[in-house]
């Protein structure tokens, strides 16, 4: 949230082991408990100057590691694929996001913002 960021990828030296994002994150908090323990946990969250009566249930849900949260067996890309081919796997896959890997270590990532800025002719990608 700090970050304004949907996702991250989780790497153990430098080697690609999964990948974190929002969805698998309110995943977790809504088996944890009851849905209005979520609803106003994750309101709390967003609402800085609101009291959120609810922390005992977010250290709960804290307390799990990125480990048991994230999701294995990502889809990659090698970094010399055509822009096309991410393009589909994004599509295909229904992913947001691209980790490019060179030798199972990740090197880098394709957003699909990325994609539209390359396919408009921006040189500045990031």
């Known amino acids: 949230m700090k970050n304004k960021i949907s996702g991250a990828q989780v ?3 430098e080697k690609l082991v999964g990948i974190i994002s929002k969805a698998d994150i309110l995943k977790q908090l809504s088996t944890a408990g009851s849905i209005h323990e979520l609803l106003v ?4 969250l967003w609402e ?3 009291k959120n009566n609810n922390i005992d249930y977010l250290k ?3 307390r799990r590691l990125v480990s048991d949260v994230m999701s294995r067996g990502v889809v990659t890309i090698e970094p010399d694929s055509s822009i096309e081919k ?3 796997l994004m599509v295909n896959r229904n992913i947001n996001r691209l980790p ?10 394709v957003a699909r913002g990325d994609l ?3 396919s408009a002719g921006e040189k500045n990608i990031s």
């Not at 946990?41 to 709390?44: D, N, P, T």
């Open 11 to 13: 790497v153990d030296n």
């Open 41 to 44: 946990a994750v309101s709390g």
């Open 48 to 50: 800085k100057n609101k």
């Open 60 to 62: 709960k849900v804290s």
């Open 86 to 88: 991410a393009a589909r």
């Open 100 to 109: 490019v890997v060179e030798e199972k270590k990740l090197i880098g990532i």
């Open 116 to 118: 539209i800025k390359a």
